[in-house]
């Protein structure tokens, strides 16, 4: 089974903090991508990676910032916390952009701005 | 209107009633669908993909309807362990495409 494993799984961070919230995936997978998830919002993709150094938008960008050094590696950061940014973060990953395989989630990362 | 639409309940039914939700998508181009579900504050999991000609994995069942543009769920003799939030996803052809997610729809059974 393909594992996601994202390091920090609760962080409580001050407005203005740097964050890093990192996501490693252990099965060679080309696409990852980081959502974060809240009540009422559903899921929303902030960025995906297709290959190493390679990044796209999603559709929440704005204050968010990724690195895809090494494939099994994605990175999501917040150079300048703000308290709009309290949510849970979740890290997946996909063998191929391509249809019918499954993505997979790290169990998530829940940080509080204060 | 939304790229995938779900009914967000909650639905609320007893153990062991039978319960189907939909999930409607609007890109006719679409071509891979899945079913995942959520518990309270973990991450979500597959469920089961859906296939055109339908398919079934013990209790459950997912249906797709291509000329409506939807899929559905039926859980049959539902059981207090599958409360959750149920997330429809649908992903597109091409290597460019979205993977899209619906907002989910809460279940809730009861005694």
């Known amino acids: 089974d393909v594992k996601v494993t994202q390091s920090s799984r609760y962080l409580v961070k001050r407005t203005g903090e740097k964050v890093f919230l990192e996501c490693v995936q252990d099965m060679d997978h080309e696409n990852m991508f980081w959502y974060r998830q809240d009540p009422g919002l559903g899921l929303r993709l902030i960025y995906f990676?297709?290959?190493?150094?390679?990044?796209e938008k999603g559709d929440i960008p704005e204050g968010y910032s990724v690195s895809r050094e090494k494939k099994e590696r994605f990175s999501l950061i917040l150079e300048s916390a703000s308290t709009n940014q309290t949510s849970m973060y979740l890290c997946a990953s996909k063998l191929t952009a391509r249809g019918a395989n499954v993505l997979t989630f790290g169990a998530g990362s829940r940080l509080t701005v204060l | 209107r939304k790229e995938v639409e779900q009914d967000p309940g909650p639905f609320n039914v007893p153990e062991g009633a039978t319960v189907a939700f939909n999930c409607t998508y609007s890109n006719s181009a679409s071509q891979s669908f899945f079913w995942y579900r959520q518990d309270c504050r973990k991450e979500p999991k597959l469920l089961m993909s859906?296939?055109?000609s339908g398919n079934e994995d013990g209790r459950f069942t997912a249906q797709l309807n291509r000329a409506s543009q939807y899929i559905s769920l039926l859980i049959r003799d539902s059981k207090l362990s599958d409360s959750a939030t149920y997330l429809c996803v649908v992903i597109g052809y091409s290597s460019a495409s979205k993977i899209i997610f619906g907002s989910g729809t809460r279940l809730s059974i009861r005694p």
């Open positions: 990676s297709y290959d190493v150094k390679m990044k």
């Open positions: 859906v296939y055109s």
